[in-house]
């Protein structure tokens, strides 16, 4: 993908760190799925990270949002009979670091700097995502990371990154293999991720 094929764009940074970024996405209730693999910048250099959560607000968090349904007969009467909606709410996304490119090469921890500010982000296209998956190292970071629901993250990456595989089934079976390594005696956590994949045996 090239720099400038903004078909994939999703969203652009607002809050960055070297451990993980926030994204607010151009079109609201259109985040990518729990586990997408992204990337903030270009494709020669940029950072990348997976879904780990998202969420719709207000934007002027001082506003509550407040119930306006109540007399219309279906959810969609709500943003047709409210148009001022879609300009005062938006959908964020937050994504965990995971790797860099640089000079051509990918690197799978974190990166030296953090993405800047209104840097465009964008869903990483099929080619991208095998590339990136070549090499499973990544999920240590996810196993260790610090977030809520680990397991069902680790579980989600796994699956989005196996419909982008040309072989999913081999690919879920390998990144099982590698979570089982990367885990080690922590069987219980290792159970409740496998549960939660389609295996082939």
């Given amino acids: 993908m090239g720099k400038d094929d903004r078909s994939l764009r999703f969203g652009e940074v607002v809050e960055a760190s070297i451990e993980g970024l926030v994204g607010q996405c151009d079109q609201l209730f259109a985040p990518p799925p729990l586990g997408a693999l992204v ?12 879904i780990t959560g998202s969420e719709t607000s207000s934007l002027d968090p001082t506003r509550r949002i407040i119930s306006r349904g109540a007399n219309l007969d279906s959810d969609e009467r709500v943003y047709q009979e409210n ?3 879609n300009r005062l709410l938006r959908t964020d996304v937050k994504i965990m670091v995971v790797g860099y490119r640089v000079n051509g090469v990918l690197n799978y921890y974190l990166a030296p700097y953090p993405s800047n500010i209104h840097t465009s982000i964008y869903l990483c296209p099929t080619e991208e995502v095998q590339e990136f998956n070549q090499i499973l190292d990544y999920l240590s970071l996810l196993a260790h990371a610090p977030i809520k629901s680990p397991d ?6 796994i699956k989005y990154a196996s419909q982008q595989h040309d072989s999913p089934s081999e690919f879920i079976n390998q990144a099982a293999r590698a ?8 069987t219980q956590r290792l159970y409740e991720i496998l549960k939660r994949l389609p295996l082939h045996r």
């Fill in 152 to 157: 069902d993250i680790l579980a989600s990456v």
């Fill in 179 to 186: 979570i089982a390594l990367i885990l080690g005696s922590e």
């Fill in 83 to 85: 148009p001022q909606l």
């Fill in 39 to 50: 990337r903030a910048g270009a494709s020669s250099s940029g950072i990348y990270g997976v």
